[in-house]
């Protein structure tokens, strides 16, 4: 990157904006993400592929999270990078990654969702899982190619005594790095809008067969995946637009660039609000999420129960034995529901 290339606010807002917006991203994030994968490994016992894609959405948010205190530490010495070059290479290359993975799996999830809706019987709904784990390494080998590209130059900009680590410039088009950032919105969108009109209009016309329970879970779900989506991405697209249109009279703009900077912190939101897709894929999570309220509950019970009478013991050995039976049958009945409840 040229020195001519990065530009200097007068004041800096960003470094007094974008802190705090990462902070909360990558504490939720990584707490959602983080329970999400702890139940995906030690919770489902019935591994199907709408499982996996899923599992892969979250493990590509969870390194989405991880990446998130280098930038936070970025913006928090006024963007001066303190590593070098290669650090800021894997840094970027990484939030570039992981952001273009967690699209791709939210559509794919969206797109199983269509299927086993709206075209129960197609064969896509009796692919094995070895079939689905063999589509999600090409979906991940297509997106490390797409974002190669980040690895193969240098993101340092010096500029008085300023080392910057961006992987936009602020004074032209990006080439493919924009043609990767707009076509990462703009065709999952479509796909995701398609799959969520037909999913809907589908269990209208069935309204009468369904059952109201599951067509309500359904079209909750895929509303969430379509507003979580469009209401996250679609700010930095407009603002990236918006600049490419107005180069080069927005060229170092501060507040063009404070825009573009705040709208791609909500990029990191999506995968802060992704374990809402898990809560409403499936009844399994809703009961993993109420097994865990269960269980820290327990040692409460327990120290609660020392204090107590020798006559109230019983009582107390009681109900910590149904707590326990009461996690068992919902673990027990997750499995069998995930079967029954795929819409």
């Not at 895929?222 to 927005?250: K, Q």
Request: include cysteine.
């Amino acid at each position: 990157m040229d020195n001519g290339s990065c530009c200097l606010i007068e004041g800096d807002p960003i470094s007094q904006v974008m802190p705090p917006l990462l902070i909360l991203a990558f504490v939720l994030g990584a707490l959602g993400n983080g329970i999400a994968l702890c139940g995906f490994c030690f919770h489902m016992k019935t591994w199907k592929p709408s499982t996996i894609y899923l599992f892969n959405l979250a493990v590509a948010d969870f390194l989405l999270m991880v990446c998130l205190p280098f930038r936070t530490d970025y913006y928090r010495r006024h963007r001066q990078w303190a590593f070098k070059d290669i650090p800021c290479r894997v840094a970027l290359f990484m939030l570039a990654m992981n952001r273009a993975g967690s699209i791709v799996f939210l559509t794919v999830v969206a797109v199983d969702r269509y299927f086993k809706v709206v075209h129960p019987h197609h064969m896509v709904n009796t692919i094995s899982n070895r079939t689905a784990a063999a589509i999600v390494c090409a979906l991940w080998t297509l997106v490390i190619l797409g974002t190669l590209y980040l690895l193969m130059e240098s993101h340092l900009c010096v500029q008085d005594q300023t080392v910057s680590c961006e992987s936009f410039i602020m004074e032209s088009a990006n080439g493919w790095h924009d043609i990767m950032f707009q076509l990462e919105f703009f065709l999952p969108l479509s796909i995701i809008l398609f799959c969520s009109c037909r999913i809907i209009w589908s269990l209208k016309q069935r309204q009468q067969l369904a059952r109201q329970v599951r067509m309500k879970r359904a079209t909750r779900f895929i509303m969430v995946v379509a507003v979580v989506f469009i209401m996250c991405y679609l700010p930095s697209v407009s603002a990236r637009l918006y600049f490419l249109w107005t180069v080069p009279s927005s060229t170092c703009d501060p507040s063009v660039h404070v825009a573009l900077h705040v709208t791609l912190s909500f990029t990191y939101m999506n995968s802060m609000l992704d374990p809402l897709v898990y809560y409403f894929s499936s009844p399994s999570f809703p009961k993993f999420y109420t097994k865990l309220k269960i269980c820290s509950l327990r040692p409460r019970r327990s120290g609660h129960s020392t204090t107590q009478g020798t006559e109230e013991m019983p009582v107390s050995d009681l109900c910590h034995k149904s707590c326990i039976r009461l996690a068992d049958n919902c673990q027990r009945q997750s499995a069998v529901q995930w079967d029954l409840e795929t819409c």
